[in-house]
């Protein structure tokens, strides 16, 4: 590996926002809702929603809540949060004096350092990792709009987004149609199949071995797909690499208006986005099983808008939150925010590695090539597991930070990004 020459290391305790901290450290409890209904192995899937058809009134409860909040609307905003995080790790390198070139460098390095920890993550434990998809995008982003001006981060924002939008309304038109064929047409069949590819053999398989394979396969069509083809994550970080130039989450107070008006729009659409699936779920509404592809284009698209609501909410809460501190950060979250508020911050200063723990706590429990259990939960029982998953990474992040220990995949990623430390930071 070649050595980059920086004059400062990795961000320090005191220079850290809470917005963003507090909004990975919370958005990993609604990541850990949406993964875990993909382990429930034993039971048949609703091809339009991915959560199991037949339950008892709680699991219909329990999946309605995930349709309209949660499915397809964290990774949005974790995309957002990472390009945002990108700018500040640029603006903080070049305020030291780090050349620009450099300080680019030191960015593609991380991003394809985190498509490597996602291949290895999705071969090992998850299908679903979404690491991958990040460093893919950041490495195409960064390349291409990093260095462009203002103006043009929101035109390609408008390019990239226009074709999102008209192929959700065009689905939409091409999916009422459909739902007026039947089944067994040839042409309903190859939409159902195109639009909700299986993707779960690599949980339901008794062979570790075996998912590997089915793992990496859906691995690498997630990857291209999310990272690239949807438009979502890279429409995301052209917002991000704009919000993070006015620092919009580091000083939320001086953005009141605008996180006010992007939370209300945003959560609005992404809560109403959601809703003919979750009332279709429930059977409120009946679309037949071979149109109900028609959700996923909307689930993208207003989760895009729900992600973006997400993220301005958090800012104002991390706003409340500074505005409650008496002085500037000292060493311990929890004297200076308050052990809920420190605990979910504690989770977000250490998202990379509560987001890799969740699988550890998840993947040999839960699949049938492990110990099985996902056969035997349910949506309400699958969701409390996931609250547990997420409150053991808390106590986790807790007692690293009590500790003065930093994430061990945090420590990995910085040591393989900036190399050995040659002079105290």
């Known amino acids: ?51 199991p058809r037949d339950g008892s009134a ?32 640029y603006n903080r390198q070049v305020a030291s004096g780090t050349p620009d070139a450099i300080a680019r460098s030191l960015l593609q390095r991380r991003n394809g350092l985190l498509l490597a920890f996602g291949f290895v993550h999705g071969a090992l434990l ?34 990239l987004g226009a074709p999102a939008a008209l192929f959700v309304v065009l689905a939409t038109v091409g999916g009422w149609f459909i739902a007026r064929l039947p089944a067994d047409d040839p042409t309903a069949r190859e939409m159902a199949a195109a639009f ?51 620092r919009i989450l580091e000083n939320p107070g001086e953005h009141l208006p605008l996180l006010r008006r992007v939370a209300v729009v945003g959560l609005t659409l992404g809560w109403l986005g959601p809703l003919p699936a979750a009332l279709d779920h429930v059977g409120a509404i009946d679309v037949p ?42 060493g311990n979250l929890f004297l200076t925010d308050g052990p809920f508020t420190g605990a979910i911050q504690a989770v977000g200063k250490r998202s990379l590695t509560s987001y890799l723990l969740q699988s550890v706590l998840c993947a040999p429990v839960l699949a049938a090539w ?24 808390v106590a986790f992040a807790v007692w690293q930070e009590r500790t003065g220990r930093r994430g061990p995949a945090e420590v990995l990623l910085r040591r393989l990004v900036y190399g050995r430390p040659t002079a105290p930071r």
Request: charged residues 10%.
């Open 370 to 393: 492990g110990l099985g259990l996902g056969q035997y939960l349910s949506s309400w029982s699958m969701l409390l597991y996931a609250v547990v998953v997420w409150g053991l990474t």
């Open 126 to 159: 998850w299908m679903g990792d979404v690491l991958g998809a990040y460093g893919l995008a950041g490495l195409l982003m960064v390349w291409l709009f990093f260095q462009v001006k203002d103006r043009t981060l929101i035109v390609w924002t408008w390019v």
């Open 1 to 51: 590996m070649s050595t980059i020459t920086l004059i400062r290391g990795p961000v320090q305790a005191a220079e850290r926002s809470p917005a963003p901290d507090l909004a990975r450290g919370f958005m990993l409890l609604l990541i850990a809702i949406a993964n875990t209904t993909y382990y429930l192995w034993g039971s048949e899937m609703n091809p339009g929603t991915s959560h």
């Open 58 to 89: 709680v699991d219909k409860v329990a999946d309605f809540l995930s349709i309209t909040f949660v499915d397809m609307r964290t990774y949005p905003m974790f995309a957002f949060l990472f390009g945002y995080g990108m700018m500040q790790l």
């Open 196 to 246: 909700m590819p299986s993707d779960g053999e690599s949980v339901s398989t008794t062979s570790y071995l075996a998912s590997i394979g089915w793992r990496l396969a859906y691995w690498t069509l997630g990857t291209v797909g999310q990272g690239v083809l949807t438009l979502v994550v890279p429409v995301m970080l052209l917002l991000a690499f704009w919000a993070g130039r006015r």
């Open 289 to 330: 099983d071979h149109a109900a592809w028609v959700f996923l284009p909307v689930q993208i698209l207003t989760g895009f808008f729900g992600g973006l609501g997400y993220v301005a909410l958090f800012g104002l809460i991390g706003h409340r939150v500074a505005q409650r501190r008496s002085g500037p950060p000292s």
